[in-house]
């Protein structure tokens, strides 16, 4: 089940993003992003356990900042549902373009993100600390 990401969901969401990522949000910069009314964020829960989130920047001309799933429950279809679901929200709060960025490397999200319309914008050269490029991409809503 998708729901709204509360405080008490950070320790497990601040465990995903240690483990995907080689920069990962810490917990506190996490729990700042929460209290921030610019930022929204939901998780997917099974089982009474936080199996992976999504956040999103400024509602009108949304950014996704964030989206991750926990390793043993990746390709099940998860990481599309939360997708959508910050889409949905997105579009709900009038937002005309959604944003994100993904290290050019990032196969499986590329993959995630080209099935669900997302189109390349730019490539910020070298914008990750190892020298990788990100590629900036859009979904415009219509
Ligand atoms: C990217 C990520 C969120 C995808 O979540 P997921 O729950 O595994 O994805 P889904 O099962 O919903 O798959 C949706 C689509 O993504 C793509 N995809 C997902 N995993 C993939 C993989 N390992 N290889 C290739 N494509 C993949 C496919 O297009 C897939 O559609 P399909 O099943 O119809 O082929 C997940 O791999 C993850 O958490 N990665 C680490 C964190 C990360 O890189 N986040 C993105 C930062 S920009």
Request: net charge negative; charged share 25%; aromatic share 10%.
């Amino acid at each position: 089940m998708i729901r709204a990401w509360l405080a008490e969901d950070t320790p497990a969401v601040a465990a995903i993003e240690r483990e995907s990522f080689s920069d990962p949000w810490t917990e506190e910069m996490l729990s700042a992003s929460l209290n921030n009314p610019a930022f929204f964020g939901f998780v997917y829960e099974e089982g009474g356990e936080v199996c992976g989130y999504v956040g999103v920047i400024r509602p009108d001309d949304a950014e996704i900042a964030l989206i991750a799933v926990r390793s043993d429950k990746r390709q099940k279809g998860i990481g599309r549902q939360l997708l959508f679901k910050a889409i949905d929200h997105a579009k709900g709060n009038g937002a005309k373009n959604v944003f994100l960025e993904v290290r050019v490397g990032n196969m499986p999200a590329r993959a995630l993100y080209d099935g669900a319309g997302f189109l390349p914008v730019y490539v910020r050269k070298r914008y990750y600390s190892d020298g990788e490029d990100a590629l900036v991409m859009v979904l415009p809503i219509k």
